[in-house]
Antibody, heavy 124, light 107 residues
Framework: QVQLQESGPGLVKPSETLSLTCTVSGGSVSSGSYYWSWIRQPPGKGLEWIGYIYYSGSTNYNPSLKSRVTISVDTSRAQFSLKLSSVTAADTAVYYC????????????????WGQGTLVTVSS | EIVMTQSPATLSVSPGERATLSCRASQSVSSNLAWYQQKPGQAPRLLIYGASTRATGIPARFSGSGSGTEFTLTISSLQSEDFAVYYCQQYNNWPITFGQGTRLEIK
């Protein structure tokens, strides 16, 4: 059974960098069959796609966040990570990691496995 | 980016009745649409992809239809565990975008 687990600080100061890691078990981040994404949800609001990474290191980011986002993968540790720089209160959200399947070599775009989410609050 | 609009914002339905949720895209997304269910404190759960294909383990009472810009999620006979928030999501164009959600509540 595939499991994804987010980890990282729950409190980040304004202007600093938010860093989260997603650990994957029961499925391989080094498999070419999947893409690995970050999605966030501000409290009481809807979902926002942040970006994805492929095992090869190829990435795609939401243009609204692109200047501040870096997603990386560590296949040896079965992990992928998110860094979001220069955070403000607007970045307070539950952050989810999620998996989508490859379709004809590309991201399918729909997410069949999610982590349980981790709340990150931006506050001084 | 493509804007996804869901209606209604809140839907009140009695157990055993049918629920119909709508999702509209600001431009055509072909059949590249997914539906998710989210319960309080939980991650979204994939219900439907390809506009009408049920994900693994999803009961047959959930069905999706539509293409282009208009989509519908139908729950044929509501069970107590179906009361939740439902999101549509398009994956035809980057960035992927989600609707704002429809809250399905017990009448």
């Amino acid at each position: 059974q595939v499991q994804l687990q987010e980890s990282g600080p729950g409190l980040v100061k304004p202007s600093e960098t938010l860093s989260l890691t997603c650990t994957v078990s029961g499925g391989s981040v080094s498999s070419g069959s999947y893409y690995w994404s970050w999605i966030r949800q501000p409290p009481g609001k809807g979902l926002e796609w942040i970006g994805y990474i492929y095992y090869s290191g190829s990435t795609n980011y939401n243009p609204s966040l692109k200047s501040r986002v870096t997603i990386s993968v560590d296949t040896s540790r079965a992990q992928f990570s998110l860094k979001l720089s220069s955070v403000t209160a607007a970045d307070t959200a539950v952050y989810y990691c999620a998996r989508d399947r490859t379709r004809s070599g590309y991201s399918s775009g729909w997410y069949d496995y999610w982590g349980q989410g981790t709340l990150v609050t931006v506050s001084s | 980016e493509i804007v996804m609009t869901q209606s209604p914002a809140t839907l009140s339905v009695s157990p055993g009745e049918r629920a119909t949720l709508s999702c509209r895209a600001s431009q055509s997304v072909s059949s590249n649409l997914a539906w998710y269910q989210q319960k309080p404190g939980q991650a979204p759960r994939l219900l439907i992809y390809g506009a009408s294909t049920r994900a693994t383990g999803i009961p047959a009472r959930f069905s999706g239809s539509g293409s282009g810009t208009e989509f519908t999620l139908t729950i044929s006979s509501l069970q107590s565990e179906d009361f939740a928030v439902y999101y549509c999501q398009q994956y035809n164009n980057w960035p992927i975008t989600f609707g704002q959600g429809t809250r399905l509540e017990i009448k």
